[in-house]
């Protein structure tokens, strides 16, 4: 170890943060009633520099995807990522500020995890569902000191894998498909974690807290968390059936499209939504002829509005991307391959290979003894993601869970929601029937899209709004929009307001965001509000 100089006492302010060059890496030093603290200075998620994020208390809120780090301590405290800070010791010797540093800086740490000891706690815990929330929820169980056995189950033969690169930077071909994985084999080894992958489970009985699998198997469990995510919708037409027709979902998906694409120019985008416009961006980065067939009049307008969904299909159609809005394909037409999707005016589009995105529908069919949502057969939970039977939790896109800002529950398909969610359950399961559980209540939603340069960021949850307030300017992609209802901010969407999305979801998780009537009367510094908190 040796000890560096890096900084004078009165280079920061309290709750100020500075990334500082140690030689040929960096570190983060942050400022604290006083006190110096210092850690590694990227996210270990996408390895944003955290000095460009906000600093509120002793909690940093990286500006690109808003995973929480204790600036003190170095754990993660949400999510995405998986892994925390590294943390590095300091002391103040006169007007100098010391850090004690090994020879390689590391960038990041994983936290010590508990090991199985069967003889100390025999129970076995089930996690169904190897994506975003159950990944977290097995390093949670043993993060925080569960002995007993762990069952990571998932009907896919892949180790866990970053689904949100796979409409981006995956289907761009800039990225490789082994670096899609989150955790290796070994690591799942190290920690007593098993692994149960391509083995599907076929049925969940409730009653008998079993778990049957498609070669007839049986597990039986102490308690379960079901985390088996959606499944993607495809059309209900004539021809859907002919090749070179894809939903995107998994990377075996990409490859397929990826194979297709090389010998082929025009491609049929249907939906308007997030998978597909990411797809639409990132098939004519590859130099391909796009069409986005949709019902809606602008891309994301049911998410979005019209206003930014105008703005987003400008973006698209300079980039050459053509829209058919207001209309639904009714028949795909072709000899063994497609070859013309017929949309229902008649009209007849040529392609080579058509992508639907049309969503996804909760994963839930192996269930019996749960009664499920009627309208999508996703799983009602209460505020500790629980289920009706109590030794049986939920996360991730199959939960129906209460939110309140809306005064009602609802369905969230967002990445780091559903690693939120995983954590959460994960302690919930550890204290049952206790005064320790955890509630959805602390959860605030946000979610990312990039097309093309222009990256998206939206913090809150709104499936209706009375109006959107515009916080700066569209046309050149900087701004806030703000989705009002009753006079609350119910969600907000940014684009090149990184750090003031980063203050917004920290004040919204406090509950001291302003009313709807101030933001619109008042230009309002949000790094300065949330450092006042």
Request: aromatic letters at 8%.
């Amino acid at each position: 170890m040796k000890e560096i100089a890096v900084a004078k006492v009165n280079d920061l302010q309290n709750g100020q943060m500075q990334q500082i060059a140690v030689e040929d890496s960096q570190i983060l030093l942050s400022k604290i009633n006083d006190r110096f603290y210092a850690t590694s200075a990227f996210c270990t998620h996408y390895g944003a520099p955290l000095e460009t994020g906000i600093l509120c208390g002793e909690k940093i809120v990286c500006p690109w995807h808003n995973a929480c780090f204790n600036a003190i301590a170095g754990q993660q405290q949400e999510p995405p990522g998986l892994d925390s800070l590294a943390t590095f010791a300091t002391r103040v010797e006169g007007e100098q500020v010391l850090v004690k540093l090994p020879p390689e800086i590391p960038q990041q740490r994983t936290l010590e995890m508990a090991k199985c000891i069967p003889n100390t706690d025999d129970r076995t815990f089930i996690v169904l569902g190897a994506g975003a929330a159950g990944i977290s929820a097995v390093e949670v169980l043993r993060q925080k000191g569960f002995q007993g056995q762990i069952v990571l189950i998932s009907a896919e033969e892949k180790l866990p894998y970053d689904r949100t690169k796979l409409s981006k930077n995956y289907l761009q071909g800039k990225a490789k498909e082994n670096s899609l994985s989150l955790r290796s084999c070994e690591f799942y080894a190290q920690h007593d974690i098993e692994l149960r992958f391509g083995n599907a489970v076929t049925k969940v009985d409730a009653l008998k807290k079993s778990l049957t699998f498609e070669d007839e198997s049986v597990l039986e469990y102490d308690s379960l968390l079901l985390a088996t995510g959606g499944k993607a919708r495809n059309l209900d037409v004539p021809g859907v059936d002919l090749e070179n027709i894809f939903t995107l979902r998994q990377p075996e998906d990409v490859n397929s499209i990826l194979d297709v694409i090389k010998d082929i120019q025009k491609v049929l985008v249907i939906g308007s939504s997030f998978i597909g416009m990411e797809t639409a961006a990132s098939l004519t980065q590859q130099g391909l002829e796009v069409t986005v067939v949709s019902p809606s009049n602008v891309p994301f307008e049911k998410v979005l509005g019209d206003k930014l969904g105008k703005m987003f299909q400008k973006l698209h159609e300079k980039h050459g991307v053509t829209f058919k809005f207001g209309s639904k394909v009714v028949e795909f037409t072709g000899e063994n391959k497609v070859k013309h999707a017929v949309l229902d005016n008649g009209a007849k589009i040529a392609t080579d290979l058509v992508i639907v995105g049309i969503g996804v529908e909760p994963n839930t069919s192996y269930l019996e003894g749960i009664k499920l949502v009627e309208q999508d057969h996703s799983i009602p939970v209460n505020e500790y993601l629980q289920t009706e039977i109590k030794d049986i939790y939920a996360a991730g896109d199959i939960a129906h869970f209460p939110y309140a800002p809306m005064g009602e529950s609802t369905r969230i398909e967002h990445w780091r929601l559903a690693a939120q969610q995983g954590r959460i359950a994960a302690e919930n399961m550890l204290h049952q029937d206790t005064d320790n559980r955890l509630t959805v209540s602390q959860i605030v939603p946000f979610f990312w899209s990039g097309q093309y340069d222009l990256k998206l960021r939206y913090v809150g949850h709104a499936e209706k709004w009375d109006e959107i307030h515009i916080d700066g300017d569209l046309d050149r992609a900087e701004f806030l929009a703000f989705y009002l209802q009753n006079n609350k901010i119910m969600a907000i969407a940014g684009v090149n307001r990184d750090r003031d999305i980063a203050a917004i979801s920290e004040l919204m998780r406090l509950q001291k965001m302003p009313d709807a009537a101030t933001v619109k009367d008042q230009a309002i510094n949000w790094v300065r509000q949330i450092s006042n908190q």
